[in-house]
T-cell receptor, first 118, second 110 residues
Framework: DAGVIQSPRHEVTEMGQEVTLRCKPI?????LFWYRQTMMRGLELLIY????????DSGMPEDRFSAKMPNASFSTLKIQPSEPRDSAVYFC????????????????FGPGTRLTVL | RKEVEQDPGPFNVPEGATVAFNCTYSNSASQSFFWYRQDCRKEPKLLMSVYSSGNEDGRFTAQLNRASQYISLLIRDSKLSDSATYLCVVNPTGRRALTFGSGTRLQVQP
């Protein structure tokens, strides 16, 4: 398996522009997570999905952030309008539940998108 | 108070040394615990799960102390390749998502 795929790997944009980050989870995984990592705040959960349905979006900073998962193999995180304080590395991760035993605790991370907002 | 707290380090140790990291968590109902490793400018990767009875994987030993709400990671015979940031991770009860500590940086020196 190719692992979790994220694009773009790097994004530089100007304040006020719309930014869309993309993620393809590992095939067969039913949980998808979006995290943000900064030096100041570490790794923070933004939102997660189960079977394409958003379950917990309490970590989304504000209305400028939105996330969708239209199908099991694709998710987007959108920032509109972007601000310099959104500069961070954004990780997507996926995990799975196997049979009746919860095996979803091992999360597999993508390589991340390094976002710089000028 | 943060949900998961770690000493940020850095821990600078010579090759072959034994080094230990601790982390504390605030939610006493937490059920699952892990150590993840993150190399510079890379994604976090699972190093090992932490079980109540303690567990060992080669040079790495993880232990959980529920009474005191802390988790430890011991690395024996440190290698240069062990240089990384080690993230303490807790799965709070009722949530599928993980809560990450800010990480402890280890630098193994020749």
């Amino acid at each position: 398996d190719a692992g979790v795929i994220q694009s773009p790997r790097h994004e530089v944009t100007e304040m006020g522009q719309e930014v869309t980050l993309r993620c393809k989870p590992i095939s067969g995984h039913d949980y998808l997570f979006w995290y943000r990592q900064t030096m100041m705040r570490g790794l923070e959960l933004l939102i997660y999905f189960n079977n394409n349905v958003p379950i917990d979006d309490s970590g989304m900073p504000e209305d400028r952030f939105s996330a969708k998962m239209p199908n099991a193999s694709f998710s987007t995180l959108k920032i509109q309008p972007s601000e310099p304080r959104d500069s961070a590395v954004y990780f997507c991760a996926s995990s799975f539940r196997r049979g009746g035993v919860v095996k979803g605790d091992t999360q597999y991370f993508g390589p991340g998108t390094r976002l710089t907002v000028l | 108070r943060k949900e998961v707290e770690q000493d940020p380090g850095p821990f600078n140790v010579p090759e072959g040394a034994t080094v230990a990291f601790n982390c504390t968590y605030s939610n006493s109902a937490s059920q699952s615990f892990f150590w993840y490793r993150q190399d510079c400018r890379k994604e976090p990767k699972l190093l090992m799960s932490v079980y109540s009875s303690g567990n060992e994987d080669g040079r790495f030993t993880a232990q959980l102390n529920r009474a005191s709400q802390y988790i430890s990671l011991l690395i024996r015979d440190s290698k240069l390749s062990d240089s990384a940031t080690y993230l303490c991770v807790v799965n709070p009860t009722g949530r599928r998502a993980l809560t990450f500590g800010s990480g402890t940086r280890l630098q193994v020196q020749p």
